[in-house]
């Protein structure tokens, strides 16, 4: 490497960009940053995942982003290393992308991939740079991390920390990343905002609001952002509970309130509820800090939000009983879908795997199919049958249930699925099948929240 002086003694030239952890998130933003023109060095301890994404390979499934890897790498702006001090040398901005996972046995985040990369990096950064923040982390992290930083970095102070939430969802990774609803900047001088305004000078070309706001702010927009779309997720599946015994239709209800301007009809999709790596994980983490703060009253309802979210599973599991006759026992299933949501293969939290093993709990002979989860879904849950295929999921089930709305899932003829079956049973965990063609073509059709 021949970094040194050139960078640092030209202060009009596009910074430098680190990446540390290359996951979902650190991953695509490492890509997509060379896609617009700078030089980026990814930066991550998994020597297989570094060497998988050095060779051109995304080690998870997004769509559109294996293409604009490939096109990166090609460019020559974009390498990975798991070498800090080079990481040091290089970057003149350095996002911090590690996972803030649950603490196990506990609701608050799990901090220790944040703290470790801090450690790592600061004794290697010997003059200014900036340091951003995106990981999902509570309340004051950032202002606390300011001090290790300045502590261990041999620049001291002019090491500065900011903090720039992430708002990307998997699926729409690339396209949330290059054109995000708004970019929140949280800093602590007008040197920071100026070095995030020039890093993401393409993104606010083309029209991104940007808000700039301090450190706990911007910390606190990501998680009430994440609270407030689960808690109108479990709003809309809360209305199913009531539809289902008023004899009332929620897929007809969320209709009608989506028209009103004000309310929405995104995230109002009632069905199995949410899962993946965050919002089930932020809302615990949130309240959990909430108390800590000593205003846990204040976000108590979220306790409720995941309350109802769980619901939706156990209730699916009903459905599905109702349908084998009144009991799982010896019953054949075929679970359509894995991934906590379509277009992913992420099963973090998925709530079609938590019916699948609930369903196999209560005695049901389980074959699940997933079109892009199937690796993850095995290593996680070994003891469920897999299929290749949907229709070989299908094969002599006596209840057919959809847990991820998969495209091809929607798609399917109910004739052709009618066939293989050995009832045409169906439950329709998120909502997605066309009720009408289902009973015309002579299937027992189930939807949690209608009649
Ligand atoms: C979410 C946030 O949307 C994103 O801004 C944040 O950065 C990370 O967390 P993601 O986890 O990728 O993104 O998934 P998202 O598309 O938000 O879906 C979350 C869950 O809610 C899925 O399980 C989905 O099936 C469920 N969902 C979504 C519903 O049940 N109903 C809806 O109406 C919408």
Same mark, same amino acid.
């Not at 009144?326 to 026992?329: I, K, R």
């Not at 906590?340 to 992913?344: A, G, I, L, Q, V």
């Given at each position: 490497m021949s970094e040194s002086g050139t960078s640092a003694a030209a202060p009009e030239a596009a910074p430098r960009i680190t990446v540390l952890g290359t996951g979902y998130l650190g991953a695509t933003h490492a890509i997509c940053m060379a896609v617009l023109g700078f030089e980026v060095l990814g930066v991550d301890v998994d020597q297989a995942k570094l060497d998988r994404l050095n060779a051109g390979q995304v080690p998870f499934f997004e769509p559109g982003l294996p293409e604009l890897l490939v096109k990166a790498l090609e460019s020559g702006k974009l390498r990975f290393t798991s070498d800090y001090a080079e990481a040091g040398a290089f970057g003149d901005v350095h996002f911090l992308c590690v996972g803030t996972p649950q603490q196990s046995g506990s609701n /608050? /985040?799990?901090l220790r991939y944040v703290e470790s990369a801090i450690t790592a990096l600061a004794p290697h950064l010997a003059r200014r740079a900036l340091v951003v923040g995106k990981s999902t982390v509570p309340v004051g992290t950032a202002a606390r991390l300011t001090g290790l930083l300045n502590a261990l970095a041999p620049a001291g102070e002019q090491v500065e920390l900011a903090w720039n939430p992430e708002f990307l969802r998997e699926g729409y990774a690339v396209e949330d990343t290059l054109r995000p609803d708004r970019l929140v900047f949280g800093v602590r001088s007008a040197w920071a905002e100026e070095r995030l305004r020039t890093v993401f000078e393409p993104v606010i070309e083309q029209g991104s609001p940007v808000v700039v706001t301090d450190l706990n702010t911007a910390e606190l927009v990501k998680v009430a952002a994440n609270s407030f779309l689960a808690t109108k997720i479990s709003y809309i599946n809360a209305m199913a509970e009531v539809c289902e015994v008023a004899g009332a239709d929620v897929h007809q209800l969320a209709d009608a309130l989506s028209y009103d301007t004000r309310i929405g009809?995104? %995230?109002l999709r009632p069905g199995l509820g949410f899962g993946g790596g965050c919002l089930p994980k932020d809302i615990r983490a949130f309240a959990h800090r909430a108390e800590e703060l000593g205003v846990g009253q204040a976000v108590a309802f979220l306790h409720e939000v995941d309350a109802i979210n769980r619901r939706r599973r156990s209730r699916t599991v009903d459905l599905v009983r109702e349908l084998a006759g009144? &009991?799982?026992?010896g019953a054949r299933i075929a679970a359509l879908g894995a991934a %906590?949501?379509?277009? &992913?293969d992420d099963i973090r939290d998925a709530p079609a795997l938590d019916v699948a093993r609930m369903l196999q709990e209560g005695g049901a002979a389980v074959r699940v199919y997933d079109p892009e989860a199937m690796g993850n879904a095995q290593r996680a849950y070994p003891s469920l049958e897999y299929a290749q295929s949907t229709l070989e999921a299908a094969r002599d089930a006596d209840v057919v249930v959809l847990l991820t709305e998969w495209t091809e899932f929607r798609e399917i003829d109910p004739e052709m699925l009618g066939a293989v079956v050995a009832q045409r049973k169906v439950v329709d965990g998120r909502h997605a099948l066309d009720p009408a063609a289902y009973r015309a073509a002579g299937w027992e059709y189930r939807a949690l929240g209608r009649p």
């Open positions: /608050a /985040a799990d009809g995104r %995230f009144g &009991s799982l026992e %906590f949501k379509p277009n &992913s």
